[in-house]
């Protein structure tokens, strides 16, 4: 089982930092600003996925490719293909 | 001014998920369904910029150009341009 | 008419890139440069897109705005916006 | 040893669309169309990065988790990380 303790407390400050950013539509403030602070949340969420996914690589996905079930091989790769092509899509 | 009423509905979706999403990394939710609803929000906070760009175009790009003042249909120019550049890096 | 002469010279260097690339595959290079490289040109031609939007939005959308004709101006700014949710996309 | 003949007949489809889009600026044509078929040639690119990795996971990363060089594990793993967090900045 992993504790991801570091994405946790990113996450705990995204959350925060989303908080602001409702705040800040609500007070009217200029479109661009909004804008940008929400793509800095994006880029911090980025961080919290590549965190995770590195986690996983070095436990479940280690795991199943050193286990003997190719079916669960086979679908742990296929996993991070599909993290990988949605990433570039988002 | 401009009045985001769609974006800031969105945006209070987007914290309830997110806040779901720490939930799931409390609770040692699996990683690859932990990266994949991030990459939900991404996506839905992608869409509230779109919004809110929209709103901008139409309402202070379209003063800014038509006023009088030369810098500030720079300065608003320039803007367009630096939340495009940053899109295709978030 | 906007001539587009610095993101011409990068589109070639691309190009030439994109030709070398294809050499790699063909002689069986390691996977990860393969990709590597491709991210590389999908960085350059993010820049590209972005002098081609600037030069737009300083030509083309500045005399539509200032234009009399409304459809003309709804035509480009909707394609501004078209161009950024497609920047989130790719 | 992976052969990418899926990865190779994209990339020389694509090579092919970037001459056009070359050939499209000299032609002075429409900003925001050069652009849209600049996106085209991204998406496409990501497409054949997934296939390339596809390959990879299931070839090289398999042979380096399944072997006993723990520095060997540990560098496919970094690499895969690398690429993905590279994916989502372009």
Known sequence: ??????ALRRLKVIH????GIIRMVE?????VDIIRQIQAVEA???KVSAIILDEHLN???????QGEDADER???????LDVFEMATKV
Chains 1, 2, 3, 4 share one sequence.
């Open 74 to 80: 086979e679908r742990v790769l296929t996993e991070i």
């Open 27 to 31: 007070e009217n403030a200029y479109c």
């Open 16 to 19: 925060g930092h989303l908080g």
């Open 59 to 65: 436990s479940c996905v280690i795991t199943a490719i």
């Open 1 to 6: 089982m992993v504790k991801h303790e570091d």
């Open 44 to 46: 911090a969420l980025n």
